[in-house]
T-cell receptor, first 108, second 112 residues
């Protein structure tokens, strides 16, 4: 089974609202990464958080990591229609293992 | 930064035909290279990875093979395609000093 599992599978919000996506995993990790994929395109790396970090920011993105609960969250603040995409978490235990993704739709 | 090139963008092939997808890397040397397959609406499944020329590791048994004839070239092949080989194939790479992966634009393969 996949290491990372995102929740929810799909999320629809209005422009300007915040979007929160969660990722749970099963085994110890070196780091956890979030990627974005526009429909029919390759993945783009967003942010990496190491196992000894608890929170990281990049622009409108905020990632948290709770290794005791084996979970991470990605928060996108002040969402825009251009944020519409699929978002994947990937856990690094030497190789990357990707979750199934959250499909985010931001309505204008 | 690295750039991953993949072609073709789309491919329609009959069952039983051969396959060759090519991936090349720009902007780094001696990268780790990866082939993933993505089913519709799903996450990525790692198929093969390579840490150097001629070095291939397979993650799942399947109808596909990979080769790395040059440092910045990674090829995904099949001698006879199956219907189940349809999917979106992504090549990715990272240099040994970074943990993040750079992805190519992908190839949409449809086997009929």
């Amino acid at each position: 089974s996949q290491q990372g599992e995102e929740d929810p599978q799909a999320l629809s919000i209005q422009e300007g609202e915040n979007a929160t996506m969660n990722c749970s995993y099963k085994t110890s990790i070196n780091n956890l990464q979030w990627y974005r994929q526009n429909s029919g395109r390759g993945l783009v790396h967003l942010i990496l958080i190491r196992s000894n970090e608890r929170e990281k920011h990049s622009g409108r993105l905020r990632v948290t990591l709770d290794t005791s609960k084996k979970s991470s969250s990605l928060l996108i603040t002040a969402s825009r229609a251009a944020d519409t995409a699929s978002y994947f978490c990937a856990t690094d235990q030497g190789q990357l293992t990707f979750g199934s993704g959250t499909q985010l739709t931001v309505l204008p | 930064s690295q750039t991953i090139h993949q072609w073709p963008a789309t491919l329609v092939q009959p069952v039983g035909s051969p396959l060759s997808l090519e991936c090349t890397v720009e902007g780094t040397s001696n990268p780790n290279l990866y082939w993933y397959r993505q089913a519709a609406g799903r996450g990525l499944q790692l198929l093969f990875y390579s840490v150097g020329i001629g070095q291939i590791s397979s993650e799942v048994p399947q109808n596909l093979s990979a080769s790395r004839p040059q440092d910045r070239q990674f090829i995904l092949s099949s001698k006879k395609l199956l219907l189940s080989d349809s999917g979106f194939y992504l090549c990715a790479g990272n240099s040994g000093s970074t943990d993040t992966q750079y992805f190519g634009p992908g190839t949409r393969l449809t086997v009929l």
